[in-house]
């Protein structure tokens, strides 16, 4: 069993740490980003609401994305658990988060924290070319994750579940630091 949280700003490389855990540990990888961005390319009523806000940098309102992380924990894939990868965002994304995993008999284990700073962080984005990686949304991005998301780590610091982790380095070195963190 293993129930984790991928956690840190924009261009961390959650998605691509996330992707070696996952196929190391047989577990499904949620991420928001991922669904949200499928809905936008399915054209989907959920796509159209939030293709503008992400173009912006701002995020997608908490009741949308709280919905589809609730349903897809109810998939049978995440018997044995499962990697969130950009959700929480907010305190009520993880408030409800806890309350969708206490009905399921469930709890977080670690919360893993990639810390890197801003100016590797614009570097890296260069190079990537996702829609809402120009530079001026990056900043949005980056502001968002100050002001929203970064008050969710004295939130996990206090129920003794966050491990940061140097997000700086070769991947095998970043892997290896977040084995570590887990126990793993
Ligand atoms: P990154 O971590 O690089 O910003 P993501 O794929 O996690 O990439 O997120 C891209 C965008 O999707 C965010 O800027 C936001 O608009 C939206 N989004 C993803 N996850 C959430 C979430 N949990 N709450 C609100 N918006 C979200």
Known sequence: ????????????????????IVSDFGIPQISTGEILRAAIAS??????????LMAAGKLVPDELVIGIVQERLKEADCANGFLLDGFPRTIPQADALDAALQKLGKKIEHVVSLEVPDSVIHERMKGRGRADDSPETVQKRLDVFRQQTAPLKAHYEKLGLLRTVNGVGTLEEIAAGIRKSIGR
């Open 1 to 20: 069993m293993m129930h984790l949280v991928f956690f840190g700003p924009p261009g961390a490389g959650k998605g691509t740490q996330a992707q070696k």
């Open 43 to 52: 054209g989907s009523p959920l796509g159209k609401l939030a293709g503008p």
